[in-house]
């Protein structure tokens, strides 16, 4: 039996109205230890902030482990209170954070790792379907190096715009990650 | 039959999800205005379906309650407008139903207004509606909603444009590949010909497949007129060994 796919439709200028929750950015709870921040701004073609836009993300545990039965590993211990899913409307000034844990590196399929990542979808007005990208961390140059989807993307300007920025001055738990949907310094988005 | 899975050639056997192909509209759609400075311009890079990926939050139960699933209730008094029951399943493209999924719906009172200060509309609110619901899917995959049907109303994307009465729907499906965020409309609308984002899907028969249907069946006496709509996510490819079980 083959069905055919619903299409998607612009999540719209009044997605506040339905999806924000009021825990939706924490991962893991407000003070638990080892929690860090990733931020920044969603930006449009012009550069203006985008202040109705939606980011989600989805995330491995510390371990690597995911709480999910399609995981061939089996459960991992995980993380207490981590959700590994993240939620945030941007601001009137299009910024969006959430407060997490950092995620562990995974085997991927062929044999090699995935440095450190966290899945982003983007929802807003003016998106007719949602847009996809990933963070990765700038302190782990050797993983990142090592990672696959990472290596796939031969242009260093490109490849930049993938890895989170240290805050400076905010200490080793906070990063900063600027969506840019359209211009010069466009985000790479995937097709997953 | 074992449920133990070979090792791969990393010891590793992911499912994977079916792409997509010439269904959901092309980020890049100038008539739709709102896309001009906001749709990305450079193609998205292919990224192989990973740990990640056919993962997913499976969440909601803990933050949904019953009367969540009735927008015409928890206020002061009725909204008004035509009450309406909305209900489906949500299936993969491989018809297995998709159960414990949450479903959010948002959407305009009876008269085109949102309950959100952006809305500029010069249509009454209504205080009895503020236009959002959630549900858990059923073990069947179904969902259901009481609600009033939306309004109609004017926005700014070309002269004299109309949003054709919609529901906005948010579904997460079990894997980060499933997500999605639509609209559902209702039959015969007469704005469907000149609304940029219905006809942004390219496919007219997947058009259709956003327009639920009237159905007497659901429709309760004396009460409420009756929806049926289903929701199809991407379903996972067979994996190499389930093609390789004898059949």
């Known amino acids: 039996m083959s069905l055919m796919l619903t299409p998607s439709q612009t999540v719209g200028p009044f997605l506040a109205i339905g999806l924000p929750w009021p825990d939706g950015p924490f991962v893991v709870p407000e003070g638990t230890p080892g929690a860090i921040s990733i931020g920044g701004l969603v930006l449009d073609g012009a550069g203006a902030p985008v202040p109705d836009a939606l980011v989600e993300t989805w995330q491995a545990a510390p371990d690597g482990s995911f709480a999910h039965p399609d995981d061939p590993r089996g459960p991992g211990p995980g993380a207490a209170g981590f959700r590994g899913f993240g939620r945030c409307p941007t601001d009137r000034d299009g910024r969006y954070q959430i407060i997490t844990l950092r995620p562990g590196a995974l085997p991927s399929g062929d044999g090699g790792t995935q440095a450190p990542h966290v899945d982003v979808s983007v929802f807003a007005r003016g998106l007719l379907d949602r847009v996809v990208t990933r963070i990765y961390f700038p302190d782990e140059a050797a993983a990142n190096a090592a990672d696959p989807v990472l290596a796939a993307i031969t242009a260093d300007d490109r490849r930049a715009t993938l890895i989170a920025a240290a805050v400076p001055g905010s200490g080793p738990g906070a990063f900063r990650f600027d969506i840019r949907l359209q211009g010069g310094r466009e985000t790479v988005f995937f097709d997953v | ?247």
């Open chain 2, 1 to 247: 039959m074992s449920t133990e899975l070979p090792p791969g050639p990393a010891g590793l056997v992911l499912p994977s999800y079916r792409r997509p192909a010439g269904v959901h509209p092309a980020l890049d759609f100038p008539a739709y205005r709102s896309s001009l400075l906001r749709a990305p311009k450079r193609p998205p890079v292919p990224l192989a379906q990973g740990l990640t990926e056919v993962t997913g939050p499976l969440l909601g139960a803990e933050r949904v309650r019953s009367a969540d699933a009735d927008l015409t209730t928890g206020h002061g008094g009725e909204p008004l407008g035509e009450r309406i029951i909305l209900t489906g399943r949500v299936l993969d493209s491989g018809g297995r139903p998709v159960p414990d999924t949450l479903v959010e719906i948002w959407q305009a009172n009876a008269s085109g207004r949102y309950a959100h200060g952006v809305d500029e509309h010069d249509a009454p609110l209504d205080p009895n509606f503020d236009g959002a619901g959630r549900c858990m899917t059923d073990s069947a995959g179904r969902y259901r909603f009481v609600t009033i049907k939306p309004g109609a109303y004017p926005w700014q994307n070309h002269l004299n444009a109309w949003r054709p009465a919609h529901v906005h729907f948010s579904l997460f499906g079990r894997a980060f590949t499933q997500r999605l965020v639509t609209q559902m409309y209702f039959p015969g609308d007469p704005l469907f010909a000149q609304d940029p984002v219905f006809n942004s899907v390219p496919d007219p028969a997947a058009r259709e497949r956003l327009i639920a249907r009237f159905d007497l069946g659901t429709t309760q006496p004396e009460w409420a007129l009756g929806y049926q709509w289903d929701i199809v996510l991407r379903g996972r490819e067979a994996t190499a060994f389930e093609a390789e079980q004898p059949r």
